[in-house]
């Protein structure tokens, strides 16, 4: 009975461990022009201090701009008339090991790669409607049209 009570208890902890190490994933730094994040099906109003999570949908209008800083310390600079996905982020402060899926539909992203990418080669991944990049540790720019 107390093995079935302690399996128990562990499961519940680490459910709970794993849904906040998940929940936020990066905060956005600066927001220029229209901008919002779709999380699920509800769109909400994007300022600076915006904690972000997995499956975040961040979408500029023609004039707008998101700068982004991850926990790993990846840093994102979405441009004007972008629709980025937040797809997978995992990250292990104590290891610094994880990995990082971002989606980008449309639009301009420039990334400074962070602690994931330096880590773990294959960490990092950019997927577009027609490629898919895996990111090395370094800085570069991603333009979809």
């Keep these: 009975m ?19 190490a998940q929940a936020e994933i ?6 220029t022009g229209g901008a919002s994040i779709e999380r699920g099906k509800k769109p909400l ?23 982004v800083t991850f926990i790993d310390d990846s840093r994102f600079s ?10 997978r982020f995992d990250f292990d402060d104590t290891t610094h090991q994880g990995q990082s899926v971002t989606r980008v539909e449309k639009g301009a992203l420039a990334v400074v790669s962070g602690q994931i990418a330096h880590e773990n080669p294959k960490g ?22």
């Design 26 to 31: 990066a905060t956005v730094k600066r927001v």
């Design 45 to 67: 109003p994007v300022t600076p201090g915006t904690k972000l999570e997995v499956g975040d949908l961040l979408s500029t209008g023609k004039d707008g701009r998101i700068s």
């Design 2 to 20: 107390s093995l079935t009570r302690n399996l128990s208890q562990l499961l519940v902890a680490a459910l709970i461990t794993g849904t906040a």
């Design 78 to 87: 979405v441009g004007p008339g972008s629709r980025i996905r937040l797809t």
């Design 124 to 145: 990092m991944t950019l997927q577009t409607p027609t490629s898919v990049l895996g990111v090395r540790g370094t800085r570069f720019v991603v333009d979809v049209k």
